[in-house]
């Protein structure tokens, strides 16, 4: 079970800003597994693709860097971009900005291997408000963070979710869809049952519009039950030949003081 809760906590350090075969893996001295993670966004002027590779059960440390591959993001309109390793493991292409509705295929070569994926970035969805609600939750008062926002009608949409409090680095909170809510004015309710919110807390949240490959994956993310009896890694875009993502996503932010 170790090598999958690794590939979790590997995509939680690698961006901080993350198909339809499950990847299982031999738990108990299997075999090193690429782990190529990819992001292009309308918010960085530069994006990053991360290689690297699980390791045994006994090391100390998640995972490997890879160094010496070759990685280009090819736009739709012909533009490519190339990125160059800026630490170990580590690819980047300045003056590269995501635009909207504009498909993006990577592309990486490793030890001969080649491995590609393709992603659309959606249009933008914004908030147009946010503010602090308070329920009540076993007796107790519990604040959490509400937005609003117009979805976009007769369009699948795909959301995910991470926010920011008091400075402190970014975390997932969930992803969702709007299957039952298209086209609607909605009311979101964010909040994480491991952090308490308070007065005075300042709360900043990354609303991504993500496409319906990257939503699969942190969908299966946030489904993991360690307790079941097999429990599989999340969908790859990849293949067999390798774990990860690619997302090319929209994003925006949104701030509050909790009151």
Known sequence: MRHIFLFILLLSTLLWSSCEDVINVNLNGANPQLVIVGVVSNWANEQQVTISRTVAFDKDYASEPVSGAEVEVVAGSGRVFRFVEKT?????????????????????????????????????????????????????????????????????????????????????????????????????DLADFDVELFSGDSVVVQMQCIDKAAYDFWNAVQSINPGTAAPANPPSVFGDGALGYFSAHAMSEISTIVQ
């Open 88 to 188: 170990p493991g580590s690819y980047v292409a300045a003056n590269f900005q995501g635009r909207q509705n504009e498909r993006y295929d990577l592309h990486v070569r490793v030890a001969g291997r080649e491995f590609t994926a393709t992603s659309t970035m959606p249009n933008l969805v914004t908030a147009d408000s946010i503010g602090t609600a308070v329920r009540n939750l076993f007796g107790e008062e519990q604040k959490f963070i509400s937005i609003k926002y117009q979805d976009p009608p007769e369009v699948p949409n795909y959301y995910r979710y991470l926010w920011s409090v008091n400075g402190r680095a970014f975390e997932m909170l969930y992803v969702t869809r709007d299957k039952f809510n298209d086209g609607k004015y909605i009311s979101e």
